[in-house]
């Protein structure tokens, strides 16, 4: 089992750059895709970007494809997201977590370990 920790959310205005980060621990990370999920005020829980294990495969969701990006550091277990060209509709809770498998996916169901989420908030 992977456990979790987000950090680096906040406040930002719309155009701006937010990079948030997301600290892992247990052996597992190192062959474990990785995915960045958010959800806002009222709305479910959706895919945001993916990572496959090695790093070499990413996914992202057509709302955010061109504006962030999904990278991460296995030697560090650390994954980041850099989001830049935000806007008010990115607003939301930022949930990273961890799959069973290591080939990258969209899949909620395929992500076994979950984070606390961090607050990301954009202003117009």
């Known amino acids: 089992q992977v456990q979790l920790v987000e950090s680096g959310g906040g406040l930002v205005q719309a155009g701006g750059s937010l990079r948030v980060s997301c600290a892992a621990s247990?052996?597992?990370?190192?062959?474990?895709?990785m995915g960045w999920f958010r959800q806002a005020p009222g709305k479910e829980r959706e895919f945001v970007s993916g990572?496959?294990?090695?790093?070499?495969?990413?996914y992202y969701s057509d709302s955010v494809k061109g504006r962030f990006t999904i990278s991460r550091d296995n030697a560090k277990k650390m994954v980041y997201l850099q989001m830049n060209s935000l806007k008010p509709d990115d607003t939301a809770v930022y949930y990273c977590a961890a799959s069973r498998g290591g080939a990258v996916t969209s899949r909620e169901s395929d992500f076994a370990s979950w984070g606390q989420g961090t607050q990301v908030t954009v202003s117009s």
């Open positions: 990572i496959s294990w090695s790093g070499r495969s990413t």
């Open positions: 247990g052996r597992t990370f190192s062959v474990s895709a």
